[in-house]
């Protein structure tokens, strides 16, 4: 996982544009979360569903008003299916990008992470930090 101005998946590959920043303003600027899950030969040809959620620095579910002015835990959530080509050798791992593109956040300052859940399993390693602070230009 890797925090980005902005993230695109073409052609099985991501496409990142200003990657690796782990200090921005708030109100946040537009930005990307870039995923690049493995997927165990094991795997392919079946059905994977993931979801990000913005967490904050004790792990509490971020909020933001949603469309209707509620407010709602800032996630997303998917699946993707990765096709094992004919002539691939028995084994071998898969790739599968995911591009999630962020619009502007209202965020305290404060330190915050992205986590991912993959099939509804998640560890320590599937997660990027970042530290919001007031105003300014973010920083990498």
């Not at 099985?12 to 979360?33: Q, Y």
């Not at 569903?49 to 004790?58: E, K, M, Y």
């Amino acid at each position: 996982m890797m925090l980005c101005d902005h993230a695109q998946v073409a052609d099985g590959k991501l496409f990142i544009s200003g990657g690796g920043w782990s200090i921005t303003g708030t109100p946040t600027p537009p930005s990307a979360v870039a995923i690049l899950l493995q997927v165990p030969w094991s795997h392919a040809n079946s059905k994977i569903s993931f979801r990000i959620r913005l967490v904050g620095i004790d792990g509490e579910t971020v909020t933001q008003p949603n469309l209707t002015g509620q407010l709602a835990p800032v996630e997303l959530s998917g699946e993707l299916e990765v096709e094992r080509p004919p002539d691939l050798p028995e084994g071998t791992q898969l790739e599968a990008p995911i591009a999630i593109n962020i619009p502007p956040l209202l965020l305290q300052p404060g330190r915050y992470a992205w986590k991912l859940w993959v099939d509804q399993k998640n560890t320590e390693d599937w997660e990027v930090a970042f530290l919001a602070r007031v105003g300014g230009s973010p920083v990498s």
